[in-house]
């Protein structure tokens, strides 16, 4: 069964557009992002609304393709189409964008968009270990803190920013208890609703009727737990979704392992829970506590990437996975590299089996992925 609440996060979407224009008018400033890596607490901080671009739909690749080469992954064609078309209203309406050099097709897209778009793009190391990286990246977010203050005209005190680390933490909390709801069976919400709950905080610029809400669906969930429904039948079997970010409009791939009637039980990609993960530390110096959280994303950005795969051998464990799905756009070659390195890793830690599907946003390939997931979960023993 479905939980009445989801009714509130469908609405959200359909209603983002007007909503920031209405917040825009009444004086708020937005600021856009397109990565995990950008200090979200910087811009809360600043009395600014942080928020998220788009970069899921196919329909403006055509028209990134015109700058870009085709054979970059999906999702850069499609932030970067959305941009040049001005049809992202959250990229119309922000002040500048903070972009980040994670892969080599975003850092060249940004250099793009740099002519007819203010920016601020941070250099991101290539590795989180060590402690040249460490000090370089936390410069990086102080330049960043530097830059949102000269760009919106306002003073980021250290007071202020101990707010926002506390504000978002506290989401931050609330989004994990949502997710652990699902380490039960039957598992309580459908991965497709987790990604429209996950979708609807980038685009819910009150957060705290979010948050409301989110703690209306948790107490919903507990009711169904306490009388034993749930999403799926307790025979489903349970799959995590891992690699690329696959949000509304780029998740066919989920779509198919709901309707084969599996439960994705988590989503541990940058659409999910990866930004969920880690609080921001609330003792010593703010500035240096935010860079750190940011530096501990898992993205195969990293290299090496350890984390990511100790993380997912745990999720495996922790929500009883009979298979995780590592979803890779074509194009990108960090995901990519990574499959090969987390099935190997899995194998000798669980031993839970990982199907890699490579796509891309066309629907083209859909029966083909259907067959290879009927095919994996007819092979997984219950
Ligand atoms: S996968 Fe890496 S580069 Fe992409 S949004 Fe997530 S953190 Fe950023
Ligand atoms: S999916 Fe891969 S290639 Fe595409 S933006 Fe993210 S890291 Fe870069």
Known sequence: MRPEKMNYFDSVIPNASASIKSMKDQGKKFVGFYC????????????????TLCATKEEPIADGEKHLPRNFCP???????????????????????????????????????????????????????????????????ARCRDEVEKRLGVTITDAQ???????????????????????????????????????????????????????????????MKAKGEGAFPKTAKRIIVTGVPTGIGAEKVLKVIEESGAAVVYIENCSGMKQ????????????????????????????????????????????????????TWVGCH???????????????????PLLQIETDYSQGDLGQIRTRIEAVLEMIRK
């Open 161 to 223: 920013m101990k707010g926002a680390i506390s504000e978002l933490n506290a989401q931050r909390a609330l989004m994990r208890e949502l997710a652990s709801l699902n380490t039960a069976n039957p598992a309580l919400l459908s991965g497709l609703d987790m990604l429209k709950v996950t979708w609807a905080r980038n685009f819910t610029f009150d957060r705290a009727t979010f948050n409301a809400n989110v703690k209306e669906l948790i107490a919903e969930l507990k009711a």
């Open 276 to 327: 969920y993960l880690d609080d921001v530390a609330t003792s010593g110096s703010p500035l240096d506590a935010i860079a750190d959280k940011y530096l501990s994303t898992p993205c195969s950005c990293m290299s090496p990437n350890t984390g990511r795969l100790e993380l997912l051998a745990n999720l495996a464990k922790e929500y009883h996975a009979d298979g995780i799905v590592d979803i």
């Open 334 to 352: 960090t995901y990519n590299v990574e499959s090969r390195v987390l099935r190997e890793y899995l194998a000798k830690h669980g031993g839970v």
């Open 75 to 141: 999702l850069i064609k499609s932030s970067y189409g959305f941009a040049i078309t001005e049809k992202c209203a959250f990229f119309n309406n922000s002040e500048f964008i903070i972009g980040e050099t994670t892969c080599d097709g975003k850092k060249k897209m940004f250099e793009l968009m740099e002519s007819f778009k203010p920016m601020v793009v941070l250099e991101v190391p290539q590795s989180a270990k060590g402690e040249t990286q460490k000090q370089f990246w936390r410069s990086e977010v």
């Open 36 to 51: 995990v890596f950008a200090p979200q607490e910087l811009i809360v901080a600043a009395g600014a609304v942080p928020v």
